[in-house]
T-cell receptor, first 113, second 113 residues
Framework: AQSVTQLGSHVSVSEGALVLLRCNYSSSVPPYLFWYVQYPNQGLQLLLK??????LVKGINGFEAEFKKSETSFHLTKPSAHMSDAAEYFCAVSDNQGGKLIFGQGTELSVKP | GAVVSQHPSRVICKSGTSVKIECRSL??????MFWYRQFPKQSLMLMATSNEGSKATYEQGVEKDKFLINHASLTLSTLTVTSAHPEDSSFYIC?????????FGPGTRLTVT
C-alpha cells in the first residue's frame, strides 16, 4: 500500500522568502512522486514529478523537489516566494507514471506582502 | 499538451434526482480515467478507476450503485450520481491517464439542495 503525509496543513511565508513544503511517502514499490498545485475552484496543475531518473527534479514556476529515499521524502522548495504562489499544494504517489494517485492532505500556502 | 474537459462545471440539483458528469480527453486517447472527489479544504479522494470497455474499479467505501461510471470510448467517461442527497455535494474531478502522467479536468461543483 502507498500513502503520503504532508506536514503542515498551512504554511505562511513572506514574499521573497524561501518556500518549503514537506512531503513524506510510504511505498512498497519504487514510487513515482508528484507535486500538484490547485487554485480555488480549479483542477490540478502538475508542478513536477519524480520518475526514478534524477533525484533533484525541477518543475514549473521555479519550484523544485528532491527525492530522498533514505528519508522517504519529496519536499517541495522555491527560493523566492511570489504572491501568485498562494494556492493549495498536493503531494501524490503512484506505482506507475499514468496510474492512480494517492494524495496527501494538502498544504495551503499563503504569501504575505 | 494534453487537455481534459469536464461538463458541466457547476450543477445544482434537487435531492433525489440524478446528475451526470462528463469527462473528455480532447486531444489524446485515454484507456484509463480516474474519478476523484474533493470536499472543501480537503484532499482528493480516489473514487474509482474507469477502464474503457470494462467495468469500473471502485475504491473501498464507494457505493458503485450510487456512483455509476461508464467509459464507453477512449475519450469519454461519465459519472452519474444517482438519487443525489445533500451529502453528495462536492467537487468532482476526473483525470485521464497518459503514458507519463495523469491529466486533470477542471472539476465539477455539484450542489444538491
Amino acid at each position: 500500500a502507498q500513502s503520503v503525509t504532508q506536514l503542515g496543513s498551512h504554511v505562511s511565508v513572506s514574499e521573497g522568502a524561501l518556500v518549503l513544503l514537506r512531503c513524506n511517502y510510504s511505498s512498497s514499490v519504487p514510487p513515482y512522486l508528484f507535486w500538484y498545485v490547485q487554485y480555488p475552484n480549479q483542477g490540478l496543475q502538475l508542478l513536477l514529478k519524480y520518475t526514478s531518473a534524477a533525484t533533484l527534479v525541477k518543475g514549473i514556476n521555479g519550484f523544485e523537489a528532491e527525492f530522498k529515499k533514505s528519508e522517504t521524502s519529496f519536499h517541495l522548495t522555491k527560493p523566492s516566494a511570489h504572491m501568485s504562489d498562494a494556492a493549495e499544494y498536493f503531494c501524490a504517489v503512484s506505482d506507475n507514471q499514468g496510474g492512480k494517485l494517492i494524495f496527501g492532505q494538502g498544504t495551503e500556502l499563503s504569501v504575505k506582502p | 499538451g494534453a487537455v481534459v474537459s469536464q461538463h458541466p462545471s457547476r450543477v445544482i440539483c434537487k435531492s433525489g434526482t440524478s446528475v451526470k458528469i462528463e469527462c473528455r480527453s480532447l486531444d489524446f486517447q485515454a484507456t484509463t480515467m480516474f474519478w476523484y472527489r474533493q470536499f472543501p479544504k480537503q484532499s482528493l479522494m480516489l473514487m474509482a478507476t474507469s477502464n474503457e470497455g470494462s467495468k469500473a474499479t471502485y475504491e473501498q467505501g464507494v457505493e458503485k450503485d450510487k456512483f455509476l461510471i461508464n467509459h464507453a470510448s477512449l475519450t469519454l467517461s461519465t459519472l452519474t450520481v444517482t438519487s443525489a442527497h445533500p451529502e453528495d455535494s462536492s467537487f468532482y474531478i476526473c483525470s485521464a491517464g497518459g503514458q507519463i502522467e495523469q491529466y486533470f479536468g477542471p472539476g465539477t461543483r455539484l450542489t444538491v439542495t
